[in-house]
């Protein structure tokens, strides 16, 4: 008799705290499901993919709804989904894109060609920070058997350019949205400019592998590839490379293109991390992966931001 009053009020208090759990939850899932869908853009190549999925992953770990829209081919339809609004933002490479931009900057040195693209971007599209632990850019290699006969950087090189034989792959690119060297414009005339260094044997080659063949062979003395050796399916062992302190060949960083005010100060900074963590070593081993394993790029993605805790 005198106990139902009393135990009728735990029972009001577990409905109390389980209606409030419901309520907190509802509006978490309301919120995050009321949170907008950010689509990125993934051009044709591996290394578009990758980066598309890198950025996906990084901004869905910021709260946001991520969607990778990928099969926009070449770097025009990436720009032109950007303009539309069809996607929001896509993986690029800050030399590249300068080039295809402003075929007559002059800009080499990596703050230089950040703000010329800047400049050359049309209007309404911004690049977040680019990821200074990358160098795409073409690279001037010697057979590692042959190291002690050649010094570590560009610079130094001058006094014996005259006697080399110099071999330039000429295509296809190692990152296939990049434009096959020219062995004149692309090598022979910076070489000049910048270091001094006038070669005069010079060959052209179809292929990295083909160039790397006549430097085993002796039949050249240097190779310039289209871009990093770890880019080469065995990561270019047996290859030692020139350094470009100089900037001869233009600074390459990976760099997202973004749509302005398209992401909050939040997910900027989530690319920016990235930015800060992501190297040349890791996208090339990425890639040997996607080319090699057939790996899925949403779980390489994953899994470098997990090792990064990003």
């Known amino acids: 008799m005198f106990g139902s009053p009393y135990s009728r009020a735990?029972?009001?208090?577990?409905?109390?705290?389980?209606?409030?759990?419901?309520?907190?939850?509802?509006?978490?899932?309301?919120?995050?499901?009321?949170?907008?869908?950010?689509?990125?853009?993934?051009?044709?190549?591996?290394?578009?993919g990758l980066l598309a999925e890198i950025y996906?992953?990084?901004?869905?770990?910021?709260?946001?709804?991520?969607?990778?829209?990928?099969g926009l081919g070449t770097r025009e339809g990436q720009l032109a989904a950007l303009d539309a609004g069809t996607v929001l933002a896509f993986g690029e490479v800050t030399g590249d894109l300068l080039t295809a931009l402003d075929s007559t900057s002059a800009a080499s040195k990596p703050d230089d060609v950040v703000k010329a693209l800047n400049s050359a971007l049309p209007e309404g599209l911004i690049v977040g920070d680019p990821a200074d632990g990358t160098d795409l850019r073409p690279t001037v290699v010697a057979?590692?058997?042959?190291?002690?006969e050649f010094p570590s950087s560009l610079k130094d090189l001058a006094p014996r350019c005259p006697d080399l034989a110099i071999g330039v792959a000429t295509g296809?690119?190692?990152?296939p949205m990049r434009a096959p060297l020219n062995p004149l414009r692309d090598v022979i005339l910076p070489f000049q400019t910048v270091y001094g260094c006038a070669i005069t044997f010079a060959t052209a080659f179809p292929t990295a592998e083909?160039?790397?063949?006549?430097?085993?062979?002796?039949?050249?003395?240097?190779?310039?590839?289209?871009?990093?050796?770890?880019?080469?399916?065995?990561?270019?062992?047996?290859?030692?490379?020139?350094?470009?302190?100089?900037?001869?060949?233009?600074s390459a960083m990976v760099v997202p293109v973004i749509r302005k005010a398209a992401l909050t100060d939040q997910q900027l900074r989530k690319l920016n991390y990235?930015?800060?963590?992501?190297?040349?070593?890791?996208?090339?081993?990425?890639?040997?992966?996607?080319?090699?394993?057939?790996?899925?790029?949403?779980d390489l993605a994953r899994t470098w931001l997990d090792v990064h805790s990003l």
């Not at 990235?274 to 949403?298: C, F, I, K, Q, W």
């Open 56 to 70: 996906a992953g990084a901004l869905a770990r910021s709260g946001a709804h991520i969607v990778v829209h990928r």
């Open 172 to 175: 296809p690119a190692l990152d």
């Open 143 to 148: 057979a590692a058997t042959r190291s002690t």
């Open 274 to 298: 990235v930015a800060g963590e992501l190297s040349t070593t890791d996208l090339a081993d990425m890639l040997r992966r996607l080319r090699d394993n057939h790996a899925d790029p949403a």
């Open 10 to 48: 735990p029972r009001r208090a577990s409905l109390s705290a389980a209606l409030a759990v419901t309520l907190a939850l509802c509006v978490v899932a309301c919120g995050s499901d009321s949170a907008p869908t950010l689509t990125i853009g993934a051009g044709d190549s591996a290394q578009s």
């Open 210 to 250: 083909a160039a790397r063949k006549a430097l085993s062979t002796g039949a050249i003395q240097l190779a310039v590839l289209s871009g990093p050796p770890s880019y080469l399916p065995d990561g270019g062992a047996g290859l030692i490379a020139l350094s470009d302190p100089s900037y001869a060949f233009r």
